[in-house]
């Protein structure tokens, strides 16, 4: 019996092994002198020379993956964002494509605004078109839902010097706007560099419309990031 155990164990490890060495494992860092998320400020107004510091871990093995990311906020009762997402991505008739789940997570918060969206993106060549909707009760505290709709760009313009560009438009279910949700567009227009190491830096700059409704949030600013891959 002991034997026939050994000799399973020796087997189960022999399958599982291969596939451990293909998964791929890194991880990621940053400071970020403002962090905006879909052209909304999430760093505290009041603190605009505080930067944000950000990092998260991604696994991903045959097309799936996992991940969690993470980042100081001020505009809530808790003072760190934690996304958690995975899916499956891959390529097909010259299009890349990638569909997943992603949970947006504020740890020990009372405002009930963590929010879950399922996602789905195309890309072709430097472009990449990708849809966000709402399946949790509430879209960061707002009741009801809201979609988005994103195209973005990079494109390398010399070596080791990238194009960055994106417009996105956030549109509100009626019983979000109800409650005082109005629609808006988000962009950012952008260059990084690679220095090399894994390190990167990027300045761009990013704002939404509607600040009449949305306030300094809104606002645009030029925001610079260094990263690192690990």
Do not use: C
């Not at 891959?90 to 947006?104: C, K, R, T």
């Not at 605004?113 to 890309?123: D, R």
Request: hydrophobic share 40%.
């Amino acid at each position: 019996m002991k034997k026939t155990l050994i000799t399973l164990a020796a087997a189960a490890a022999a399958v599982v092994a291969p596939s451990l060495a293909m998964a791929e494992v890194s991880a990621n860092v940053a400071v970020t002198t403002k962090y905006k998320f879909r052209g909304q400020d999430q760093s505290d107004a009041s603190k605009a020379a505080l930067p944000a510091i950000q990092g998260g871990f991604d696994w991903s093995e045959g097309g799936f993956y996992l991940g969690n990311w993470n980042s100081s906020i001020g505009w809530a009762d808790t003072g760190t964002e934690m996304d958690f997402y995975g899916g499956y991505s891959g390529e097909a008739a010259g299009m890349s494509y990638d569909v997943g789940v992603l949970h947006y997570y504020y740890p020990g918060t009372t405002l009930g605004i963590n929010t879950t969206e399922l996602y789905g993106s195309l890309g072709w060549g430097p472009l990449t078109a990708k849809y966000s909707r709402t399946v949790s009760g509430k879209y960061f505290g707002f009741e009801g839902a809201a979609g988005y709709l994103e195209l973005n760009a990079e494109m390398e313009v010399a070596s080791g010097l990238t194009f960055v560009g994106h417009v996105g438009m956030t549109s509100f279910s009626s019983d979000a706007k109800a409650q005082g949700a109005v629609n808006y567009t988000d962009y950012k227009l952008g260059l990084g560099y690679d220095l090399g190491s894994g390190f990167s830096v990027e300045g761009a700059y990013i704002g939404a419309t509607k600040k009449a409704d949305w306030g300094d949030a809104n606002k645009g600013r030029v925001v610079f990031t260094l990263s690192k891959s690990l």
